[in-house]
Nanobody, 121 residues
Framework: QVQLMESGGGLVQAGGSLRLSCAASGSIVSINAMGWYRQAPGKQRELVAVIISGGSTNYEDSVKGRFTISRDNAKNTVYLQMNSLKPEDTAVYYC???????????????WGQGTQVTVSS
């Protein structure tokens, strides 16, 4: 069993900041990548940022320069620092981890339950 526990969402005014955290726990052997996705009402889920095991990162174009993804390998935790937030950043943010678990064959994707981020204008 693998669990992803997110925290840090909330309501913030435009221009403000929030920091999301996601801790992976359970029968984890190794983590290939961790990332954040978001889904706004009526829209498809989209990748926001991802960090792979070597430390390389990738960001969706609209968040480049405003969001920073980081990872604490010892704690199996990924963070998303979100600055200069805009109303269009409003969405449910989901943590994702692609990892090897002793409970499954092969690597698998696991998801958190989602955390709401609301940016008011």
């Amino acid at each position: 069993q693998v669990q992803l526990m997110e925290s840090g969402g909330g309501l913030v005014q435009a221009g403000g900041s929030l920091r999301l955290s996601c801790a992976a726990s359970g029968s984890i052997v190794s983590i290939n990548a961790m990332g954040w996705y978001r889904q706004a009402p009526g829209k498809q889920r989209e990748l926001v940022a991802v960090i792979i095991s070597g430390g390389s990162t990738n960001y969706e174009d609209s968040v480049k320069g405003r969001f920073t993804i980081s990872r604490d390998n010892a704690k199996n935790t990924v963070y998303l620092q979100m600055n200069s937030l805009k109303p269009e950043d409003t969405a449910v943010y989901y943590c994702n981890a692609n990892l090897w678990s002793s409970s499954y064959l092969g690597s698998h994707d696991f998801w958190g339950q989602g955390t709401q981020v609301t940016v008011s204008s």
